[in-house]
Nanobody
Framework: QVQVVESGGGSVQAGGSLRLACVAS??????????IGWFRQAPGKEREGVAA???????SYADSMKGRFTISRGNAQNTVYLQINNAQPEDTGMYYC???????????????????????WGQGTLVTVSS
């Protein structure tokens, strides 16, 4: 079993930056075994993939998220960050962290999301970007 917990959400003005954190834990967790991804859900919209970091720290991004989002792993191997730069009002929403034992990219994690096959979800952290 793996658990993930998000933090770092808050309110920011357009053009500002925010760093979200995801801490993974559990008896079976090892950064070498699990792909960690970030998803977001805007009000009234479906959850969508943002970025993922796989076991060898290779990163992948959804096409629409390239440029202003950066995913990285912290010195503590169980912590994954999502940096949001030049935040825009359309970035407002709940941001979720997820763990996937078999995925290697955000595309695969997004497919597993549609199949309801992701292994673990956090409770989300709210990001609000005001114009």
């Amino acid at each position: 079993q793996v658990q993930v917990v998000e933090s770092g959400g808050g309110s920011v003005q357009a053009g500002g930056s925010l760093r979200l954190a995801c801490v993974a834990s559990g008896p079976t967790y090892s950064h070498s075994n699990w792909c960690i991804g970030w998803f977001r859900q805007a009000p009234g919209k479906e959850r969508e993939g943002v970025a993922a970091i796989e076991t060898d720290d290779t990163t992948s991004y959804a096409d629409s998220m390239k440029g202003r989002f950066t995913i990285s792993r912290g010195n503590a191997q169980n912590t994954v960050y999502l940096q949001i730069n030049n935040a825009q009002p359309e970035d407002t929403g709940m941001y979720y962290c997820a763990a996937d034992r078999f995925a290697r990219t955000i595309a695969t994690m997004s497919r597993h999301l549609r199949e309801n096959a992701l292994d673990a979800w956090g409770q989300g952290t709210l990001v609000t970007v005001s114009s």
